[in-house]
């Protein structure tokens, strides 16, 4: 790190690794343009630049990066370089004190999970589970709803996955829950806010969230189930055997107030409210130390893990991956890839009425 770095660390309020973590996510914008080192120098220097300016040192871990990539693109463009940076799949920002929110931002795709889309969730929230200003975070969607489930499309063409998964089978479903289960491992609460459709992939992500807030008429559901098994099997867990074993061999959903009578949801508001009840509860929370919150929080999943859940919640990768041998499995595999990934949604979904058939 520069000199000029270095003058400035002893005046840093935060730890030096939640700065340089916001590097290396921000280095993946301008790889051709600038070297990381010059990403990582320019994020502090802005850090050290809002530190000298600013009445109040709070939230500044947040916008130093975005001040960083306003100079980098100013300067690519001064040079005459052409930055090509990745779409802005998830915006982030900082809407009450001691409160960081992310939300999800493909709501052309319904937000499905990509490989980016969920590698910089992940990267979001291990930076604000180290930034001292933050006691609570909430995950959301934009758009019509708060994700339809994981990328099936082609935006996962040479995107690596987020973190490494050993190989062989059941990589996909033990990748996956992996990465939503270390929310379990965070520090800090993490609220899931959903509205729309939370389907597959999108009701895996909501449940590793510690809070649920939903709206009257979210739709919670695994639709996949109708040609496959689920990367994650937290239903007998989170909503109780006969009403799992109703979404497992049906694929229907459950709405936000059936979430809640049945425990997979904390409580439900009309969707206008949302937002304003959401925050009012990241409130509550963020009244009390991270200290003291921070055990509390793995009281609970300790008492989880005591009981099983995410034991069981491993070997269901297991049948996932056996699931994938299925002929049902390959067949619709099959006509995806003959018919296309529309059109072969529709056809799992019409004889059910619902989905992408039901209006």
Request: aromatic content about 8%; overall charge negative.
């Given at each position: 790190m520069s000199q000029h770095v270095d003058r400035h660390q002893s005046e840093l309020l935060v730890p030096e690794a939640v700065l340089r973590r916001?590097?290396?996510?921000?280095?993946?914008?301008?790889?051709?343009?600038?070297?990381?080192?010059?990403?990582?120098?320019?994020?502090?220097?802005?850090?050290?630049?809002?530190?000298?300016?600013?009445?109040?040192?709070?939230?500044?871990t947040a916008l130093a990066p975005r001040l960083a990539a306003e100079r980098l693109t100013a300067r690519a463009h001064t040079d005459g370089s052409v930055v090509k940076t990745a779409p802005e799949v998830l915006f982030v920002d900082d809407p009450a004190p001691f409160v960081r929110r992310l939300t999800l931002n493909r709501p052309e795709k319904r937000n499905a999970l990509s490989h980016q889309l969920r590698a910089e969730i992940m990267a979001a929230l291990q930076q604000a589970d180290q930034d001292p200003d933050v006691r609570?975070?909430?995950?959301?969607?934009?758009?019509?709803?708060?994700?339809?489930?994981?990328?099936?499309?082609?935006?996962?063409?040479?995107?690596?996955?987020?973190?490494?998964t050993a190989e062989g089978e059941g990589q996909w479903p033990r990748h996956v829950t992996e990465t939503w289960m270390s929310i379990w491992d965070l520090a800090k609460p993490v609220i899931a806010q959903v509205h729309g459709y939370c389907l597959a992939g999108g009701s895996e992500l909501a449940t590793g969230c510690d809070l649920v807030y939903v709206a009257h008429d979210a739709k919670m559901g695994y639709p996949a189930v109708r040609f496959g098994v689920p990367d994650m099997h937290f239903h007998a867990w989170m909503l109780g055997m006969r009403a799992a074993m109703e979404m497992m061999v049906t694929g229907d959903s459950?709405?936000?107030?059936?979430?809640?009578?049945?425990?997979?949801?904390?409580?439900?508001?009309?969707?206008?409210?949302?937002?304003?009840?959401?925050?009012?509860?990241?409130?509550?929370?963020?009244n009390i130390p991270t200290d003291i919150v921070s055990?509390?929080?793995?009281?609970?999943?300790?008492?989880?893990?005591?009981?099983?859940?995410?034991?069981?919640?491993?070997?269901?990768?297991?049948?996932c991956a056996m699931g994938t041998k299925a002929a049902t499995f390959t067949e619709f595999i099959d006509k995806m890839r003959d018919e296309g990934?529309?059109?072969?949604?529709?056809?799992?979904?019409?004889?059910?009425?619902?989905?992408?058939?039901?209006?």
């Open positions: 916001a590097a290396e996510h921000l280095a993946g914008r301008y790889v051709g343009v600038f070297s990381p080192e010059t990403v990582e120098r320019t994020v502090f220097e802005s850090y050290a630049a809002l530190r000298e300016t600013a009445t109040v040192h709070t939230h500044l609570v975070m909430i995950v959301r969607g934009a758009g019509s709803c708060f994700s339809a489930g994981y990328e099936l499309g082609g935006a996962n063409e040479g995107v690596d996955m987020p973190h490494f459950i709405s936000g107030d059936e979430a809640v009578r049945l425990g997979w949801a904390n409580r439900a508001f009309d969707e206008a409210d949302l937002d304003d009840e959401v925050l009012a509860v990241a409130g509550r929370v963020a055990l509390n929080k793995r009281a609970v999943h300790r008492g989880m893990d005591t009981m099983g859940m995410r034991t069981a919640i491993r070997q269901g990768t297991e049948l990934l529309t059109q072969a949604l529709a056809e799992r979904d019409a004889p059910f009425g619902d989905y992408r058939t039901g209006g």
